[in-house]
Antibody, heavy 122, light 112 residues
């Protein structure tokens, strides 16, 4: 079955860096666009970034543009989120999610990981 | 960017009763080339990741009970839960995936 497992979260100081990973299995990773979505404690969902199936196209929320970088390794079936110059407001659970987009039309984020918590604090 | 709003913020429903959640986007999410609305609904229970319930505004994802239904087109959408079960207590989010950023609504908490 489809499985997504995030890792790499933890406590990081403001201005610091962190790299999140999302290991996937159970599907052909290289055929799917992948997203990162975050959720601050007690708050709603915030879309963060997306990468196309081959990594050639990436898009970011304004709140992370220029500080975060999404990438993927299709040989290892792993999605990444490099977080630089982090701020207190980046504190959140970060989820990776698969984007189902068959020829008939995209179907949204159909599989999610359990999330990894990033806490930005001095 | 598309702005997505939801109402109400919170909804108290008795077991077996109907729950109705509204979602509105600031511009149409109907993709002309596919004639499908790029609007999804997700359910999130405490301590769990979101779960896709509905895509294309009205198509249930695999394994979703038929008491969940979505309707609407263009800019106005509704999620209906007929005959609420205890396990349906959760926060529900709509999301447009017509354009990046794929904006989520603020969520609606459904409780007993």
């Amino acid at each position: 079955q489809v499985e997504l497992v995030e890792s790499g979260g933890g406590v990081v100081r403001p201005g610091g860096s962190l790299r999140l990973s999302c290991e996937t299995s159970g599907f052909t990773f290289s055929r799917f666009a992948m997203h990162w979505v975050r959720q601050a404690p007690g708050k709603g969902l915030e879309w963060v970034a997306v990468t196309s199936f081959d990594g050639s196209n990436t898009y970011y929320a304004d709140s992370v543009q220029g500080r975060f970088a999404i990438s993927r390794d299709n040989s290892k079936n792993i999605l990444y989120l490099q977080m630089n110059s982090v701020r207190a407001e980046d504190t959140a659970v970060y989820y990776c999610a698969r984007y189902d987009s068959p020829p008939a039309g995209s179907r949204g984020l159909d599989s999610w990981g359990q999330g990894t918590l990033v806490t930005v604090s001095s | 960017d598309i702005v997505v709003t939801q109402s109400p913020e919170s909804l108290a429903v008795s077991l077996g009763e109907r729950a109705t959640i509204n979602c509105k986007s600031s511009q149409s999410v109907l993709l002309g080339s596919t004639n499908k609305d790029y609007l999804a609904w997700y359910q999130q229970k405490p301590g769990q990741p979101p779960r896709l319930l509905i895509f294309w505004a009205s198509t249930r994802a695999p394994g979703v009970p038929d008491r969940f239904s979505g309707s609407g087109s263009g800019t106005d959408f509704t999620l209906t839960i007929t005959s609420l079960q205890a396990e349906d207590v959760a926060v529900y989010y709509c999301q447009e995936y017509y354009n990046v950023p794929f904006t989520f609504g603020p969520g609606t908490k459904v409780h007993l």
